[in-house]
């Protein structure tokens, strides 16, 4: 530890020119995302008050408020002996900077340098309130920049919170009948989550607020206690989750209303301000959303089979390769009996109908499980960390299913304790019983 504390400070004085610059100056270790060295003026800025407070802690933590590393993190495009120049907002100092950045190696080791210009102080002020161009364009950029739909919204919420200095921003989606879902949801530290608590929020709750939403218009909220008369169902959903203000705006895409977002409890001079900001991104996170669902009912495509629901191959090649070694896992392998038949002498509607039901029989005996159709007339079950007990009842189950939905399938089941045999070998086992219970069952009951 002593020789740990040592090594740190030796980095520290290796950067004590820049102790008396009047610019912004910090240097972190990449692999370990820690701070090293904060120049006076950084201290000053960020509210430390010794190199000594740094030690140890997150760049994440101090330069972004964050207790998570940052969605978007650029450290991979910095080279040694060149620096990369950006203006950006921060949303912890509310202000925008001019950066430098580079990288330097140093005894097997990695740090990124950064110097940062105050740019407020030569740009007029919107009022004493933080420029919103510069916090629009920074937020789009982190939000762009993600790896996902989904990815790109709890960015844009994580920036907002943070730049706004609020205690929650969040997200609902209109559900149908104009019932709302919180979908999303960025709380500060500390700040208890409130999205389990609410889905399905009728649309009479927040009737006001709809005929606002109508006109284009956002709701603002200065003190909850003076709403408690004139729209007491808001105040009493309000009063539970701590919020004395809000601001929410719409979502809204092709000139229909798909739901709302919000900040709670923003510092009171920020109320009126947000408004226009919410009202320039709720454009943007509609198309986020409109995003997600296209990726959605891609990935629905590529990984479901479209009859059952059930996983295609894709799906089960995705999770074989995710399955953790040293647990226990069952295989069974399912053929519909008679599909060729029903097919023939009753229509294809028929046929579709028999594989529904033998999919239900899975599902009831093994819903917790991974399911997939892996061919047409062929179903698996990958039961990680089942017990054999489990499996038994769960196969008694799907015999007892099976019978009472007129679904027949051969079945074919093996068990191992250590999931790290090699699953090739357990499903070609699992599919030899399954042929022979098939051979069993039309010897018994020969198919005309």
């Excluded at 943070?162 to 879902?181: A, H, P, Q, W």
């Excluded at 039961?383 to 074919?412: F, H, P, S, V, Y």
Aim: net charge negative.
């Amino acid at each position: 530890m002593e020789r740990e504390q040592s090594s740190c400070r030796t980095v520290a004085r290796i950067w004590e020119i820049y102790e008396e610059m009047q610019e912004i100056v910090y240097v972190l270790e990449l692999e370990a995302h820690e701070l090293v060295y904060m120049n006076r003026h950084a201290r000053e800025v960020y509210g430390i008050s010794s190199l000594e407070d740094i030690r140890g802690r997150k760049c994440y933590e101090i330069l972004r408020g964050s207790s998570m590393p940052c969605a978007v993190c650029e450290d991979n495009r910095l080279r040694v002996g060149s620096f990369l120049e950006e203006v950006r907002y921060n949303p912890v100092l509310g202000k925008k900077l001019a950066l430098k950045d580079t990288l330097i190696e140093d005894n097997g080791k990695r740090y990124r340098f950064s110097m940062a210009v105050d740019l407020s102080a030569w740009e007029q002020q919107n009022n004493g309130y933080e420029d919103n161009e510069a916090m629009v364009n920074e937020g789009l950029r982190l939000s762009l920049a993600a790896s996902s739909p989904e990815k790109s919204v709890a960015v844009l919420l994580e920036y907002l919170g943070l730049s706004l200095k609020s205690e929650r921003v969040y997200i609902f989606e209109e559900t149908g009948r104009k019932v709302f879902d919180n979908t999303y949801e960025w709380c500060a530290s500390g700040v208890e989550p409130q999205k389990d608590n609410l889905q399905g929020v009728s649309y009479e709750v927040v009737s006001l607020w709809y005929q606002k939403f109508l006109k284009g218009e956002s709701v603002i909220i200065k003190n909850a206690e003076q709403i408690r008369e004139e729209d007491p169902t808001v105040y009493e959903y309000l009063k539970p989750q701590k919020i004395q203000s809000l601001v929410v705006a719409p979502l809204v895409e092709e000139e229909k209303i798909i739901g709302f977002f919000g900040v709670d409890n923003p510092p009171e001079r920020y109320l009126e301000h947000i408004t226009t900001l919410l009202q320039i991104l709720g454009h943007f996170i509609a198309a986020l959303l409109h995003r997600r669902d296209h990726v959605r009912r891609l990935e629905e495509l590529c990984f479901h089979d479209q009859l059952t629901g059930l996983g295609n191959r894709h799906a089960m090649n995705e999770y074989i390769s995710g399955i953790q070694p040293g647990r226990s896992m069952g295989v069974i392998y399912c053929d519909v009996m008679g599909l060729k038949r029903t097919n023939d002498e009753k229509g294809h509607l028929e046929g579709d109908n028999l594989l529904i039901r033998a999919s239900e029989c899975l599902r009831k005996a093994f819903g917790n499980q991974a399911l997939f159709r892996v061919g047409g007339d062929e179903f698996l079950a990958l039961c990680e960390g089942i017990t054999l007990r489990e499996l038994d009842e769960g196969m008694a189950m799907l015999r007892q299913e099976m019978k009472a939905r007129n679904a027949l399938m051969a079945l074919g089941c093996v068990w191992r304790t250590d999931g790290e045999a090699d699953m090739d070998q357990l499903m070609k086992e699992a599919d030899c019983l399954m042929y022979k219970d098939k051979r069993a069952q039309y010897e018994k009951q020969p198919e005309k």
